[in-house]
């Protein structure tokens, strides 16, 4: 650190916070979730921020919401096919 030795000095308040954690649920190639069994939860989709496994080291910006808009596509059309039948 420098040593602040010649006034003035300026101060601003800040706080400590975080993104949102690297953390998240585990998801296939098609947003569906997975289980601790490694096995697709059947109907249950996850885009965005829930989804884990996209980062590994740091937050590239505004990132979740390219991640939001691709697998919300992808989930959306996942499970409307799957609505089909």
Do not use: W
């Amino acid at each position: 650190a420098l040593p602040l030795s010649e006034p003035p000095y300026i101060a601003i308040p800040v706080t400590g916070g975080i993104t949102f954690t690297f953390g998240g649920l585990k998801c296939d190639t098609s947003a569906r979730v997975i289980d601790t069994r490694g096995q697709v939860m059947p109907g249950l989709y996850a885009a965005g921020e829930p989804m884990g496994e996209i980062f590994y080291n740091n937050y590239p910006g505004a990132s979740s919401v390219i991640r939001g808009a691709v697998y919300g596509k992808i989930a959306g059309a996942h499970a409307a096919e799957r609505a089909k039948g």
